[in-house]
């Protein structure tokens, strides 16, 4: 696993959310965002998305978990009435793992983040949750991140 310290800029994203459990369902509702933003013409090489699990199957029931498929969009993205949802994630300092895009990789990723995080004496930010990043360069190369924001 490739490791590096990132500053990650807040970013203005639309999204849709999904609640249950955490798995393959996730990517139907990527597919729903990238049709969305192909018919708005924005979706391109230089897109990135963002899957973000916004609570802890550990604490939270599995039916009541929630995930977010967002795209990053620009300041002056006009925001319409669709069902789509509009929001801003959190900057700051995150622990960025490079992985294989594979299923199988990011769930590996997963399970083995938190360890690699305390090897390393990095305590989570809490405050923030943890973002897949999938750029469409780095798609591209069959690759995307998982970023931990850190203390």
Request: proline share 5%; net charge negative.
């Amino acid at each position: 696993m490739n490791v590096n310290i990132e500053m990650i800029p807040s970013y203005k994203v639309a999204y849709i959310r999904r609640t249950g459990p955490y798995g393959p369902e996730n990517d139907q509702i990527m597919e729903q965002l990238k049709r969305w933003a192909r018919e708005k013409n924005i979706f391109n090489e230089s897109s990135i998305i963002l899957g973000i699990a916004q609570d802890n199957p550990q604490f939270t029931e599995p039916k009541d978990c929630r995930y977010d498929t967002c795209l990053v969009v620009s300041d002056e993205f006009d925001i319409d009435n669709t069902y789509i949802n509009f929001g801003e994630t959190i900057g700051g300092r995150y622990c960025v793992f490079k992985i294989s895009h594979t299923a199988e990789a990011v769930q590996k990723a997963w399970m083995g983040i938190f360890s690699e995080l305390s090897k390393r004496n990095y305590k989570i930010d809490d405050r923030r949750p943890i973002l897949e990043r999938y750029a469409m360069q780095m798609i591209n190369e069959h690759y995307c991140e998982i970023c931990a924001p850190i203390l």
